[in-house]
């Protein structure tokens, strides 16, 4: 009934009968052919709407002035349905989003609408995100900045002639690289730093991070972005997270030159719990008992000593090699009891829940296989609500629509 009379006040309503002409797109006139009907689906049920119709013989397109005013140009949705489609899209798959629908508001949006509707507001949310950029002070006296990867399953097309880690030396999937920022004010009963609830803000995408000939690579740019947002070039105290990947703190030494660098304690002994296993097997009394004693060094700072037994087994074990290369190169990056008594984090697992969160449960189910123009849609649709932008986009949607 709600539909049927919103339907009868706009159909009542002729003022979108301009005259005869009206300017068209590619710069000719438009000549007025009559009111057409077309049905919606709106939040209130199917909305069935009669507007004037101009079609311009120099393309061959037709418009109706009133669905621009309306929202509705070249959509059967409204904007609230919308909006609703937009937000299922960045949670559920395309299949469950069409039954969410339907479950909770009563509309039939088949999943093939969902996912076109989904992706296409994650293409302009993405493209928002590249172009808006408002500045903002720093949130906490301490902020964190994290950097990780995390791979994608991709569709055949997408991967062809790319190296990978499969036998055949091909690959299944895309990195999908993510920054995350956050604050940590808080303790645990044990006075460990806690994760600020509402802090984390999140961006991510396919992203190249290598060196371009000029500027800073997609990736970079988007750090440096995230960065601005989040006021983290401005916080009086700034702490870079990672692995140790080589990428990761190229950028930060780039990026956030003077920004504390500390790379993840549970990465640091994920790599002495191999070498263990490398050098007394898997499972063993004496792997478990080496590892021990190894984090036990690297928790108190014993970096030295540590080094040393690494290195021992570095001439048999290749692991071990490895390692102690690893350790020597980010023993600056390794000093937990120094960054323990600053009462700053030492773990990334905000960082590594982000790519859980923000990318793995919606993009890595099973049976998901994406193009790169549809896994940076959803992903810019996942990290705006999970960062709470959501609504901001849409409220700077609807004043440039009512600008216009």
């Known amino acids: 009934m709600a539909a049927r009379a919103v339907a009868h006040r706009l159909n009542a309503d002729h003022t979108d009968q301009v005259g005869p002409t009206t300017p068209c797109r590619c710069g000719h006139v438009a000549h007025y052919a009559g009111r057409h009907a077309k049905t919606f689906t709106s939040a209130l049920g199917p909305l069935t709407l009669t507007r004037a119709y101009y079609h311009c013989d120099a393309c061959g397109r037709g418009s109706c002035p009133r669905d621009a005013a309306l929202g509705l140009a070249d959509t059967t949705l409204s904007p609230a349905v919308t909006r609703m489609v937009g937000r299922v899209g960045a949670l559920v798959s395309f299949v469950e989003g069409h039954d969410l629908l339907h479950a909770l508001a009563g509309l039939d949006v088949d999943a093939k609408t969902v996912e076109r509707t989904a992706e296409a507001r994650g293409r302009a949310i993405a493209e928002d995100e590249r172009t808006v950029v408002v500045p903002a002070p720093p949130t906490a006296p301490t902020l964190y900045l994290g950097l990780d990867g995390t791979g994608l399953p991709m569709r055949a097309v997408e991967l062809a002639g790319r190296a990978g880690k499969q036998v055949d030396g091909s690959a299944k999937t895309r990195e999908v690289k993510l920054v995350t920022l956050w604050s940590a004010e808080g303790r645990d009963p044990a006075g460990h730093p806690v994760r600020d609830p509402g802090s984390v803000s999140y961006s991510a995408g396919i992203d190249s991070a290598a060196l371009p000939d000029a500027g800073l690579s997609p990736f970079a740019a988007r750090v440096d972005r995230e960065v601005q947002r989040r006021g983290f070039d401005r916080a009086p105290r700034r702490v870079v997270l990672g692995d140790g990947a080589a990428w990761i703190w190229r950028l930060a030494d780039e990026g956030c030159p003077g920004a504390i660098q500390i790379v993840d304690l549970f990465h640091a002994k994920q790599h002495l719990s191999a070498v263990a296993t490398a050098v007394y097997g898997a499972g063993t009394d004496r792997a478990h008992q080496w590892a021990r004693l190894r984090h036990a060094d690297l928790d108190a700072g014993h970096l030295r000593a540590l080094c040393r037994a690494v290195r021992a087994h570095a001439p048999a074990h290749p692991d071990a090699r490895r390692c102690w290369e690893y ?19 030492v773990s990334s697992g905000v ?20 193009t790169v123009a549809g896994a940076d849609a959803i992903i810019a649709l996942r990290c705006c609500l999970l960062s709470g932008r959501f609504e901001d986009y849409w409220e700077r949607r609807a004043a440039s629509a009512r600008a216009a």
């Open 351 to 370: 960082v590594e829940a982000g790519c859980k969160v923000a990318i793995g449960t919606r993009l890595k189910r099973a049976g998901m296989h994406w």
């Open 327 to 345: 350790f020597a190169r980010h023993r600056a990056r390794m000093r937990y009891p120094a960054f323990r008594a600053q009462g700053l984090c």
